[in-house]
């Protein structure tokens, strides 16, 4: 946040003070990790409960809606009289709204997988499931799901040590998921789509395949269009271009991704290398380590993640915003990079807080015990003296 803050104001004046503070406030959302992990340290059993339930009844709430607009085919929402005509009401990103239901998913199978409401759960990660292979197109989304469905299992399993009859239903279903997943992929739209990206030569030539190379084809144009123009001057490779400049004109790769459709773009469809092009190599560098250090904190407490509901919620929604922030834009956004980073300091503020034996951290319930304060600790008292 250091070296962020920095280059930001460094960057002030490279263009109008608008345009300017429009490329540098998604990077400084950041500061919401450090702001939820300090929330954390301070909140109760009951806060972090209330919070999950909110969250829950959220993302529920969220997919409902989600599944009937697509039923509907109202996906691109309704538009407004006035100064908001350009943005439609209740239209559905696909990028981050399938990200939502895919935290969902992972959520509701997690609680099946304990038998919390299995009915329930079970017919809530079905209609997510269904939402998006069959009425969403989306490649990065449907990544997002099938990676965080993988999260929650693993997760779920890595907490059931103490369960050896669920632990065994959980390796035999793997297969059968597996094997039903590769049936039914190719039947979806995304799946035909995410077909002919990954296995390009295995595809028909359909309409939607020859659409899915395409657009892959030009954001990798994009990505090494940026990269190049990043790397030819020592200075802008070493700090990167800053903030302000339109970095996507001055590499000459604006027209890939601009057209009839979308105008005024500022950003790859990759965090990764919007990334590297306002921060450089020390940006990127520091950015990589922290997410590294993210997926190192999950690994060592993959047990304590498995039975805690706000762990859970918050590592899954990191992986789930992941894969659609490296392929789209959803980090640059608030709606986007509000939950990723809110979750990621979760995470980071976790990792110093030891539960006492005998806390309830599942399912709903109270999440952790606190020791309390020393100055609340009664002090011991004076024997008496003897006679």
């Known amino acids: ?52 339930r909110f969250f829950r009844w959220a993302l529920t709430v969220h997919m409902l809606w989600v599944a009937s607009v697509s039923v509907a085919g109202l996906e691109a929402g309704f538009a407004l009289p ?25 959520l509701n199978l997690r609680q099946a997988v304990f038998g919390q409401r299995r009915f329930w759960n079970i017919a809530g990660l079905l209609v997510g499931v269904a939402t998006v292979f069959v009425y969403t197109g989306t490649r990065a989304g449907q990544l997002s799901l099938l990676g965080t469905l993988a999260l929650s ?6 907490a059931s040590h103490q369960a050896a009859g669920r632990r065994l239903m959980m390796v035999f279903t793997v297969p059968i998921v597996c094997a039903a997943a590769l049936w039914l992929l190719p039947a979806t739209t995304a799946g035909e789509r995410l ?36 790397n030819e001057e020592n200075g802008r ?23 009839t459709t979308y105008s005024n773009v500022r950003s790859p469809h990759n965090w990764f290398v919007g990334v590297y092009a306002r921060l450089g190599i020390i940006g990127i560098t520091l950015i990589g380590a922290w997410v590294v250090q993210l997926l190192l904190i999950l ?8 039975l805690d509901d706000l762990l859970s919620f918050s590592a899954l929604a990191v992986f789930a915003v992941l894969p659609v922030a490296t392929f789209g834009v959803v980090l640059e956004a608030p709606f986007g ?42 002090a011991r008292p004076e024997p008496e003296p003897l006679p």
């Open 1 to 52: 946040m250091i070296y962020v803050s920095l280059r930001v104001l460094v960057s002030l004046g490279q263009a109008e003070p608008l345009v300017w503070l429009r490329d540098s406030v998604p990077f400084l959302y950041g500061a919401l990790a450090l702001l939820s992990a300090y929330s954390l340290a301070r909140a109760d059993a009951q806060a972090r409960a209330r919070s999950v």
């Open 237 to 259: 490779a070493l700090l990167g271009s800053g903030f302000g400049n339109n970095f996507l004109e001055q590499s000459g790769t604006l027209h890939y991704l601009e057209g």
């Open 195 to 230: 077909l002919a990206t990954v296995l390009p030569a295995q595809s028909e030539g359909t309409a939607q395949q020859v659409s899915a190379a395409g657009t892959q084809r030009a954001r990798e144009l994009v990505w090494s269009g940026v990269v190049g123009w990043t």
């Open 337 to 378: 990079a509000v939950p990723f980073f809110w979750a990621s300091g979760i995470i980071m503020a976790e990792r110093g807080i030891s539960p006492f034996p005998g806390a309830s951290r599942a399912l709903g319930r109270a999440q952790s015990v606190r020791r309390p304060p020393r100055s609340s600790v009664r």
């Open 82 to 106: 006035g100064p908001f005509a350009s943005a439609p009401v209740l239209e559905v990103r696909p990028d981050i709204d399938v990200a939502l239901v895919a935290i969902a998913c992972g």
């Open 299 to 306: 690994w060592r407490r993959r047990k304590a993640v498995g």
């Open 153 to 158: 299992f693993a997760f779920s399993y890595a």
